[in-house]
């Protein structure tokens, strides 16, 4: 035993002088389980996260009930705030608009949403009011204004009637606004009453009426959570006891939800935002509906009757531990809201709300970040009740703020004394901390609660806690840890979720936004990796015996999942250069199989995403190919990769085939480029989008090609080159590779547009223009589209690839029954680029055209998703089709006997 010691140490000594670490992965020794709720999301109404962000309401204030009733508002002529006979008793303030005093003076108001309101082109928005009407009609006239005052859409509204009755219109905008404003005129009548005023994009989550900001809730779902940590965090506990959440506050008709002040409003003086309340649109209800439809577990917090410790330093002001009964009685209400049947008191209110079935609730924490005696003291209690009535639901106890100190030291052993079953550990913290800790849980008492990293994310202060590169790799290299201890660590939660960028107290974020954009974070796509791979038994991956936990810099965690029957193992190198792993995959038998490679991966570390530039920083995939059990693997500089091993009863022979890993060797890659007609989202459809990209494959053969589909949605053929997407590309050419580009359907906008400066010069000519760029405060020369195009061909070609090029698919514009087709612009212009360089062309705009004249309008609806330009899966795979075969057509072209 000694002898093997000290010889796998000699390895490790003589591997590491030549650059190489060994890594020893055991594949048929599966240790522990890995919770399949492991990784999941931390929601909480922070940086205006719920109200101004998921909860998809554009009205702030929507019932007057803020403190300064008219916060929000802007009112003209005669309005006056009623208190006294309004339709909703726990939100009690209206407006009353008279009639102004003379016939060219107006009476109205207008609401600024929260810091502007978002319109989308050609969206539509719903305007809803409760209102009362004094006498007779009185019609007011519901406004989207933008940001130049100028009038988007108008519609009136009629109100009939004394009692109070819900109004509604829709208005659709027919261009993009980011801050946009609402305003109300009361056009006509002597006196109205309005309550609830509100407007909502008609597409929502789910198109639930009143629902989630649709792309926000995608959001979520991408990251395929495993439980849903909500609703905080501090707003749990308030500053007082009068403004700590509440979850029955938050159930029932929105309408008669009482506001509550957020927390997050004054907490940092120096980031201070007094428009900052609750109300509760998004309650207890819509969470736990939001975890089932984005298959997390929900996992509330309760308050365990202590107010935030950090703002009341006076032990008096908090709750008796005689005084707990209605704070107890609320967590086991909550049981019973969520799991109780339809005849159970609260049961009863989640089946009024239109969720008779019970949402399965097996997780509650009770308390937030407590600490002293006061806390244990309070929780227990809780404890014995809960157990006495819902011996089967887990109970979540905290360890205070910090991740180790006195606090922390004490709370441990008492969790352990009230047994509850997991114990909430906090870390905001630097990335060398995140490094270092990979081996946190290595020592962790096995026996006991487990853990629940119920808020953690590496702050970089030298870039003013960005959500950089550097933040996103040491969480990676971290989570190798919970990985390892699975046994230990049973769920993980990143903290805080969102962040408007308008609007944000507290950094780094997972997603940033404004009123219509979203942004994914480097540290998002970490998140998103681990819980997409997070596997179901973890395997031991030693390097001479030993976790890989920093040595040469390196960093690795193996599981493998039982339901894709795969390996899967995950790499960190922190290193500024590539390192080789010497990987042995033990007990493993297989002669071939296939790899998918995941790889995140920048030089620089102060990288980052940006709203203008969502996606600069994603992760990339390729497909390699295994041959036998060992094999060397280059770490990139500064990546995390994951390498997913496909396990197969196939006999796949290796005769010929040289043992290890392989790049496409031998194999010619086929990289497509271009837009989301291309690859739309992560390209897996989750979005119920597809570009062609995507099955391109299914009509290759794949035994002597590999494709790999590099587009990205909302591209033009110069932000592609701008934002590195085809950098990338080109390091990953080889000669002998394809790359199939097709652009054109992003190009068309204003060069230097704010939002998305994307578009070209229209043309193929050789002239180009300076335009000023907002985003770098400087100018920049802009070319043609063909030029870009030009650029591609050439640059391919230098690599030693064969470059495609491909007219845009059309758009769903019909004209007297035939196609609207692009060919007297971009797909003109592709074809002159094409022409100028002798690059090979496939004119798809023609030849889709013609197939879908054939089909008919009808039959073409069907293959698009409602916007006209994106494709569902069938028009995605149709049009994969006519691209192979527009390759088969091709003449002196290799990969045209590829196509099956
Ligand atoms: O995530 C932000 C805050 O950090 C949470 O509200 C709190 O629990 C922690 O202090």
Redesign the pocket.
Known sequence: MKKMMIAGAALLMSLSMLGQTPLNIQTKKSTVSVNQDMYGI?F?D?NFGADGGLYAELVKNRSFDFPQNLMGWNTFGNVSVETVGGPFAKNPNYVRLLKSSHPEKYTGLENEGFRGMGFAKDASYRFSVYARAKSGEQKIRAELIDEQNEIIDKKVVVINGADWKKYQVVLTSNREVLKGRLRIFFESGEQVDLEHVSLFPTDTWKGRESGLRKDLAQALADLHPGVLRFP????VEGTDLNTRYQWKNTVGPVENRPLNENRWHYTFPYRFFPDYFQSYGLGFFEFFQLAEEIGAAPLPVLNVGLVCEFQNKDTSVQVPVNQLEPFIQDALDLIEFANGDSTSKWGKVRTDMGHSKPFGLKYLAIG??QWGKIYPERLEPFVKAIRAKYPTIQIIGSAG?SSDGKDFDYLWPEMRRLKTDLVDE?Y?KSPDWFYTNATRYDKYDRKGPKVFAG?YASHDATTKKANNYLSALSEAAFMTGLERNADVVRLATY??LFAHVDAWQ?NPDLIWFDNLHRMLTPNYHVQQLYSQYKGTDVLAALSAGQPLTGQNGLYASSVKDAKTNTIIIKIINKEMKAQTLNIVLDGYKQKVASVKMVRLQNDNLKAINALGKPDQFVPEEATLELVGSKFDFSAAAQSFTILVIQLSDAKVSDTGKTPGLHGQAGKPTVFTIGDSTVKNGDGTGSNGQLGWGTYLGDFLNLDSVNVENRALGGRSSRSYIEEGLWDKVKSSIKPGDYVIMQFGHNDGGAPNDVQRPRGTLKGNGDEAKNFYMDATKDSLLIHTFGFYMRQYVNEARALGAIPIVCSLIPRNHWTDGKINRDDKTYALWARQAAEQTGAQFIDLNTIIADKYDVLGQNFVECLFVADKTHTTMTGAKLNAFIVSQGVKGLKDCKLSSWVK
């Open positions: 931390f909480e922070i905080g965090g501090c707003i937030n970040e703020p906090h905001y808020e903290a805080p507290w």
